[in-house]
């Protein structure tokens, strides 16, 4: 019994010792992942354009309504998971390619002529209470 108690206290002594280094690679990587979108997808680009990049690389899109912009739906691409608080399920990372629509519609609908507005690192705790 007590064997298991000192295991399990090194276990979290450990984890907690490597939380905020590990921290800092995740959001190093987060930011490598974000500059090699943002040096080849510019604003102004379609939606079609990057819609199509994305897919060509094995990509897998999700879109979401209104992360920043309230016209047109955001493209996101999950690029991690972190450590979620216990009211929530999880702690997804994405890049959220927001786009802005260049003619009228329902914000809920992807046009192919919505232009790329900005490419950002997007946290979202998910399933929470």
Not at 10 to 27: D, L, M, S
Not at 29 to 46: F, N, V
Not at 71 to 96: F, M, R
Request: with cysteine; hydrophobic share 40%; charged share 20%.
């Amino acid at each position: 019994m007590l064997r298991g108690l000192v295991l399990l206290v090194t276990f979290v002594t450990v984890c907690n010792a490597a939380g905020p280094n590990a921290q800092k690679k995740r959001e190093a990587a987060y930011q490598a992942t974000l500059l090699s979108y943002s040096d080849l997808l510019k604003p102004g680009m379609t939606r079609k354009y990057v819609e199509d990049y994305l897919r060509s690389k094995g990509a897998i899109v999700q879109q979401l309504c209104c992360v920043e912009e309230k016209s047109a739906l955001a493209d996101l691409l999950k690029v991690g998971t972190q450590k979620h608080p216990w009211y929530c399920e999880e702690h997804n990372v994405y890049i959220a390619f927001q786009f802005v629509a260049i003619e009228p519609h329902k914000p809920w609908e992807a046009y192919d002529s919505d232009t790329l507005k900005s490419i950002a690192i997007f946290h979202r705790p998910e399933g929470c209470l």
